[in-house]
C-alpha cells in the first residue's frame, strides 16, 4: 500500500477542488493523503469531510516557501489546522505579500509588451493563494508560451525577466511555529536546496540543526534509487522520510497523484512515522 503526503488543489495553485484530491487518492486504494496547498488552509475542511466519507486517512497540512542560507526553501507542515494559531496566524500576512509580488510580475510582463492584466490572473486563481503557476497559465492561454514550465523558463523562474521576489518566514523560524502550532516540519523535493548528490549529506545536517523534523525522500522527480539512498541519508540525521507526488492537476500536467511520473509508491512508514512525531 502507498500513501500520497503532498497534493495541491485548486485552493491554491493545483486545478482540482479538494474533495477531487480524496477521491483520487481513494480510487487508488491509498492508504492516507495529505493537502498541501501554499499558504493557505481553506480546502482542508472540505478535503476532510469527504475523506471521513470515504474513509480514508487525511492529513492537513499547508507547504510554506521559506528562507534558506543557499537560498529559497518549500517546506511542508503537516497536521496545520484551519483556526487560530502561531503559524495560521501568519498565513494572511504570506497571501498578501503574493497579492503585491503578482502585481508586480504583471508589471513587469506589461513592460516587457505582453498583453496581460490583474483581473485575467485573478479570473484563473478563483479564490484562495494566487501564485506564478496562474500567470503562467493566462501566458499559454494567450499564446505567449506554449507551456506553463515554458512560461517559468522564459518569464517567471528566479532569475528570469519578470521575477519578483516575496516576503518569506526564515527556516527555522517556520519549523518552530510548525511545531507551536502541533504540526511537523518537512523540506519538501531537497533536491531544490541541497543542489547535486554530494550536497545531502551536508545539507541534510543543517536542516536537522534548523528544526525540521523530515525531509521528503519519494518525490516524482527522483529515480528509485535515489528515493531509497535520501531515505537512509535521512534517518542518519535523525529525520523521517516522506514522500508525495506534488500533484497539482493541469498545472503539472506529467504528475499524477500517489503515482507521480508513473513509478512512485511513497510506503506506509512515511505516514507512519509522520503520525508518530506529531508533538504531544
Ligand atoms: P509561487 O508560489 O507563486 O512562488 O510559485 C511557485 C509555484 O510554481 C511552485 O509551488 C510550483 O507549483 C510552481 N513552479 C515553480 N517552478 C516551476 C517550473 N519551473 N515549472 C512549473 N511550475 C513551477
Ligand atoms: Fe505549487
Ligand atoms: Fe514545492
Ligand atoms: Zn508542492
Not at 42 to 53: C, L
Not at 93 to 109: K, S
Not at 133 to 148: D, N
Not at 150 to 171: E, I, K, Q, T, V
Request: charged share 25%.
Amino acid at each position: 500500500m502507498a500513501v500520497d503526503l503532498h497534493t495541491h488543489s485548486r485552493v491554491s495553485d493545483g486545478s482540482d477542488p479538494p474533495e477531487r484530491i480524496v477521491d483520487l487518492a481513494a480510487e487508488l486504494r491509498l492508504k492516507a493523503v495529505a493537502l498541501m496547498d501554499h499558504d493557505i488552509l481553506d480546502g482542508i475542511p472540505a478535503a476532510r469531510a469527504r475523506a471521513e466519507e470515504v474513509g480514508i486517512p487525511f492529513v492537513p497540512g499547508t507547504e510554506l516557501s521559506v528562507e534558506w542560507p543557499t537560498g529559497r526553501m518549500h517546506m511542508l507542515a503537516y497536521f496545520i489546522e484551519p483556526g487560530p494559531g502561531p503559524l495560521q496566524d501568519r498565513l494572511q500576512g504570506l497571501r498578501d505579500g503574493r497579492r503585491a509580488r503578482n502585481r508586480l510580475i504583471v508589471e513587469a510582463l506589461q513592460g516587457l509588451g505582453i498583453d496581460i492584466t490583474g483581473e485575467e490572473v485573478a479570473a484563473e486563481a478563483g479564490e484562495g493563494a494566487i501564485g506564478r503557476p496562474h500567470i503562467a497559465a493566462v501566458l499559454v492561454r494567450k499564446g505567449v508560451v506554449a507551456t506553463i514550465a515554458g512560461a517559468f523558463d522564459r518569464y517567471l523562474a528566479d532569475g528570469r525577466p519578470a521575477y519578483r521576489p516575496r516576503p518569506r518566514l526564515g527556516a527555522a523560524e517556520a519549523a518552530r511555529l510548525t511545531g507551536e502550532s502541533g504540526g511537523v516540519a518537512v523540506v519538501a523535493h531537497p533536491h531544490t536546496v541541497a543542489g547535486d548528490s554530494e550536497g545531502f549529506a551536508a545539507a541534510f545536517e543543517q536542516f536537522a540543526d534548523a528544526g525540521i523534523a523530515g525531509i521528503e525522500c519519494h518525490y516524482s522527480e527522483y529515480a528509485p534509487e535515489l528515493r531509497q539512498r535520501l531515505a537512509s541519508l535521512a534517518g542518519r540525521y535523525g529525520c523521517i522520510a516522506t514522500g508525495g507526488s506534488d500533484y497539482h492537476g493541469t498545472y503539472k500536467p506529467d504528475l499524477r497523484l500517489g503515482t507521480g511520473r508513473g513509478d512512485l509508491a511513497v510506503p506506509d512508514a512515511c505516514y507512519e512515522a509522520l503520525l508518530a512525531a506529531r508533538p504531544r
